[in-house]
């Protein structure tokens, strides 16, 4: 089965050398190509009873890599659970119109910020206000910048426990009035943003070096004000085991899992999509290898840029009072120690022991030493 891997490395050195990439994307494009492959080095484990020997070689750990997420997502997961309440949990879509995608593009880190920024003081002023619940709330907020066709489409997927603390320090549980108001939301978030945008020293480039004139920026602005922007909630879930797989689904995601690449043919690349706007169905799209890496490559995200954020009573300043809710909600808190190696990782999640010897299928693979990374990887 072809893997992004096998696209990069066969036609990511013509493209990088055709078209313009910022250091994050090169960056991106070399650990995808080097992943799991000797130039990363690894390490050798040899069975304790047969003395079978197995190199393995190490992940590029790039967050862009759909190689590196399982791992990553499950030990982010696993540290999630001590978080939890015993409430339902709402699912808010909060997205960015396409209009004015080409300003996230060429300031991606201040779009991205301003976006959570606006969605997360949207989410906690309409819960604070009494007429929807009135107490304070926590969020988990997660950049998504991809559509299932790989066109740029920036929007927040945000969890929300259902319900808050109130002035008096007691818990109120959410009804049905807060999943409601889509378009009040949906209204005070492009105020919110377009404020907050207008508020942001911007340096205009390339084509968009017109709007440096403040009159031509707000005049590019005001359609916005005119139409409406896409927020959407879905009803809650209450199961705990529910709100950690739903997360998982979002959090360490990547434009595009290996999985979905069908083929790559005669420098065409086949994958799997979903078409929401056509009920739902999977189909297959082709594209030339180029387009492909093109449209991939738009997803990679600035260094350092943080993807998920945790605002309100989620926040890790606020543990003291996600404790007192915790209690309040008569939350079971979990006390699990979180795996400490791969191999115990990959056992709890399959149920299977890859640290068993493939050759006796008696003994355990045991570290015995290192393979150093090639200099120009180090």
């Known amino acids: 089965m072809a893997e992004l891997q096998d696209i990069v490395v066969t036609y990511g050195d013509s493209y990088a050398a055709r078209h313009p990439l910022n250091p994050a994307q ?6 995808i190509r080097s992943c799991r492959t000797a130039p990363l080095g690894g390490h050798v484990d040899a069975c304790d009873t047969c003395g079978q020997l197995k190199i393995s070689y190490n ?78 709330i926590g969020l988990t907020a997660i950049l998504h910048t991809w559509g299932q066709n790989l066109m740029f ?6 969890v929300v426990p259902g319900g808050g603390l109130t002035p008096a320090g007691q818990w109120r549980a959410a009804g049905k009035r807060f999943f409601l108001p889509v ?16 508020a942001t020293t911007l340096e205009f480039r390339g084509d ?65 999509w979903r078409d929401y706007r056509d009920g739902n169905r999977q189909k297959l799209m082709t594209l030339e290898a180029e387009e492909f890496l093109r449209r991939f490559l738009l997803h990679v995200l600035p260094p350092g840029f943080t993807r998920i954020r945790h605002y309100g009573l989620l926040s890790p300043r606020n543990k003291t009072q996600l ?13 699990e120690l979180l795996p400490a190696t791969a191999f115990e990782l990959l056992k709890d999640l399959t149920g299977r022991d890859y640290s068993l010897c493939p050759a006796c299928g008696v003994g355990h693979l045991q570290p015995t030493r290192a393979t150093p990374r090639m200099a120009n990887h180090a």
């Open 59 to 136: 992940s590029c750990r790039n967050r862009h890599c759909p190689k590196c997420r399982t791992l990553t997502q499950e030990r982010w997961i696993a540290a999630r659970k001590a978080d939890l309440l015993n409430v339902g949990y709402f699912h808010w879509v909060i997205t960015l119109p396409d209009p004015r995608n080409a300003l996230a593009l060429q300031h991606p880190r201040v779009v991205y910020d301003l976006l959570f920024r606006a969605a997360a003081k949207t989410l906690t002023e309409w819960a604070a206000d009494r007429r929807y619940l009135g107490a304070r």
């Open 26 to 31: 090169r960056r991106a494009l070399a650990a």
């Open 153 to 158: 489409h920036p929007h927040l997927h945000c």
């Open 183 to 198: 378009k009040v939301l949906s209204r005070k978030f492009r105020g919110k943003f377009l404020a907050l945008l207008q």
């Open 208 to 272: 968009l070096a017109p709007l440096r004139d403040p009159a031509a920026f707000r005049a590019w602005l005001a359609p916005l004000y005119g139409r409406g922007w896409v927020v959407y909630c879905k009803p809650p879930f209450r199961d705990a085991g529910r709100v950690l797989e739903y997360l998982g689904r979002y959090t360490h995601r990547v434009a595009i899992a290996n999985s979905r690449i069908v083929c790559v043919v005669d420098g065409q690349v086949t994958f799997r």
């Open 323 to 335: 404790r007192r809710c915790q209690r309040l909600t008569q939350t079971a808190v979990s006390h």
